[in-house]
């Protein structure tokens, strides 16, 4: 066996961006050991990407899709609602 088949190293998942306007591929990724993880920072970069789109007044649906080499993972996502109550 050579050391390339004996190292395989913790897979690479990509945490693509969208909204109603746009979308953001994620063509970097990051290494993560295991499923857990994957989620925790699928959450995590989806109340990020709230907080962002507050500045712009990002309204709809926000979401953040997981994929790996072999194709999707998870998708996490929110949809934003503004309503002000008539006086």
């Given at each position: 066996?050579?050391?390339?088949?004996?190292?395989?190293?913790?897979?690479?998942?990509?945490f693509?961006?969208?909204?109603?306007?746009?979308?953001?591929?994620?063509d970097?990724?990051?290494d993560?050991?295991?499923?857990?993880?994957?989620?925790?920072?699928?959450?995590?970069?989806?109340?990020?990407?709230i907080?962002d789109?507050?500045?712009?007044?990002?309204l709809?649906?926000?979401?953040?899709?997981?994929?790996d080499?072999?194709?999707?993972?998870?998708?996490?996502?929110a949809?934003i609602?503004?309503e002000?109550?008539r006086?």
């Amino acid at each position: 066996m050579t050391a390339t088949a004996e190292f395989q190293g913790m897979p690479r998942f990509y945490f693509d961006y969208h909204d109603c306007n746009e979308v953001i591929i994620d063509d970097v990724g990051y290494d993560l050991s295991d499923r857990l993880a994957v989620r925790r920072l699928a959450l995590e970069s989806l109340g990020q990407a709230i907080l962002d789109g507050a500045s712009r007044n990002v309204l709809g649906q926000l979401a953040i899709e997981v994929r790996d080499a072999a194709g999707p993972v998870l998708r996490v996502s929110a949809t934003i609602e503004m309503e002000e109550p008539r006086r």
